[in-house]
């Protein structure tokens, strides 16, 4: 063999070793810490959200990081994220997972590695009820309110070129927008268009989903980059829930039957996300 090409194939196997171990270890080291820090959301019911009579993280995705965390025989430690620091907060170290509704994209999985999918919901268009606005194609020409930095804003753009997107630091700066008349949408996931809806009130405008969605997308665990046995056992143990029901009894107390929202499941718990764009 070529002594470069020797060289090469040396190195590239070494650096592959020192990665499975270093993957190895993070998990060896949360089992021998005995605590899972979950970085998650506070302010994003029913998926995650501040319980008002104890004043802890309740919610979906707080629960299910709860179950993963006794899956690999640690206690679970809740790290309230936002939606703009969580990427930063995992990949320097402050958190060993997200569960804050990270929505995959081939962006980001260049940046952290993601679980396979435990949740995938539409996005959809958000209209006053009482709006002339009936279909999408409607909203051409109109204000549309986003918030800074999300990923639905090119989405918006490519499906509404001639809209114009507004962008606001937080949801609530995007949904007030709505109410007052500055823009004429903005865009939520089914759940949390829901949640809107029912935690402000009956003093709020209603509003109303258009009903083409300008798409489905996968939410999963999030991990530091290179952390292949954490993601591993993140899958098994998704695929352990979807096998034994327990995944859809979580699903129906939180989103489902058993909630205010009546959604109904069209994901399975642990299917690899980069092949939901596939379909």
């Known amino acids: 063999m070529n002594l470069n090409l020797f060289l090469a194939a040396a190195v590239f196997t070494g650096a592959a070793i020192l990665s499975t171990i270093g993957s190895a270890e993070q998990l060896n080291d949360i089992k021998t810490a005995g605590i899972l820090n979950c970085g998650v959301l506070t302010n994003s019911p029913p998926l995650g959200f501040q319980d008002a009579k104890t004043r802890e993280p309740a919610g979906y995705e707080i629960e299910l990081c709860?179950?993963?965390?006794?899956?690999i025989g640690v206690?679970?430690?809740?790290?309230p994220v936002s939606p703009q620091t969580r990427m930063a907060e995992l990949t320097q170290g402050r958190v060993d997972i997200l569960a804050s509704l990270l929505s995959y994209s081939k962006e980001r999985a260049e940046q952290v590695d993601f679980s396979g999918a435990y949740i995938a919901e539409d996005f959809s268009f958000v209209v006053l009820d009482a709006s002339p606005i009936?279909?999408?194609?409607?909203?051409?020409?109109q204000r549309i309110g986003l918030v800074?930095?999300?990923v639905l804003i090119p989405l918006t753009e490519k499906r509404l070129p001639d809209a114009r997107v507004l962008s606001f630091e937080t949801s609530a700066a995007s949904f007030l927008a709505l109410q007052q008349g500055k823009v004429k949408a903005t865009v939520y996931r089914y759940s949390e268009g829901k949640a809107v809806q029912r935690n402000a009130g009956n003093e709020i405008k209603a509003l109303?989903?258009?009903?083409?969605?300008?798409?489905?997308m996968p939410s999963g665990f999030a991990f530091r980059k290179g952390s292949t046995e954490l993601v591993k056992t993140a899958d098994e143990f998704l695929a352990s829930?979807?096998?034994s029901g327990e995944g859809q009894k979580l699903y129906d107390k939180w989103l489902g039957k058993d909630s205010d929202l009546k959604a109904t499941r069209k994901f399975?718990?642990?299917k690899p996300q980069s092949t939901w764009f596939a379909n």
């Open 66 to 71: 709860g179950m993963f965390a006794k899956y």
């Open 241 to 243: 829930i979807e096998k």
């Open 208 to 216: 109303r989903f258009l009903d083409e969605p300008l798409l489905s």
């Open 268 to 270: 399975e718990f642990g």
């Open 134 to 141: 009936k279909v999408v194609d409607d909203l051409s020409g």
């Open 75 to 79: 206690k679970p430690r809740l790290t």
């Open 148 to 150: 800074k930095g999300s």
